[in-house]
């Protein structure tokens, strides 16, 4: 039997610890026909991710409200640059559908902090801190589903069938890492098909991402390179912006200014 590739192991052994809470590195050689040192640098790297947390001989599972917390901690500021630029990019009266992260949270609260523009937007999402951020601030539409705990989001077969049914001016997209041959790529695979149905009914698609999602390959792809017209990053690896830009993609590098400086300076989407 050939040995899973990298991504799909972290997501067995993911499965494995939410069916046990704890699991044995002779566990996880045995369930996936590994190496110990496989087994163990593959627990490193989910440890390194903040899903885990190394215990004698095997690991635990971090719980969800603390993957969250600690992801919502990390680089708070470049995620707030981020978010403030990726809001240059929207125009008044759009209906923009709002992903679920910690960077969708920051794009949030970044929202709240222009009313002007807020206030003529319709937004839609399937996150429930988002949602809880935007409430009383805009028109806003919830997608009803199952609750993922990982990202505070809605999802499963009855948000899928919800966001199929309205259309969308712009969609404000995160991804786990970008791969530059199979393109954005997502951890869990309910998510995956729930960001590609939103994109096939977005009239454009603005993925915000920082560099470190880069040269990365998640368990499943939800869209090519191409599928987005813009990417929002802090800044663009060598090669990164070569090929976004090639694949007809605005690339938009967030800088320390002011968002409102940077409204002159980054071009509006056709």
Known sequence: MTAPLAEERLSRILDLLARHGTVRTTAITEHLGVS???????????????????????????????????????????????????????????????????????????????????RTLRVVTHAIDVAYELNGECPLYVVGGEVYGSTYSLTGPDALATVERYAYDVFLVGCTSIDPERGLTNSNLIEAQQKAAILRRARRSILIADHSKWGHSGFVTFASLGDVRAWVTDWAPPGARQTFEAAGVQVVEAQPAAAEERVARVPALP
């Open 36 to 118: 110990g040192a496989t087994a163990r640098r593959d627990l490193d790297v989910l440890a390194r991710r903040g899903l885990i947390r190394k215990v004698h001989g095997g690991a635990a599972l971090v719980s969800q409200d603390q993957q969250y917390r600690d992801r919502q901690q990390t680089e708070q500021g470049g995620k707030a640059r981020l978010a403030e630029a990726a809001l240059t990019l929207l125009r008044p009266g759009q209906t923009v559908y709002l992903d679920a992260g910690t960077t969708a949270r920051h794009v949030a609260e970044a929202l709240r902090r222009l009313p002007a523009l807020t």
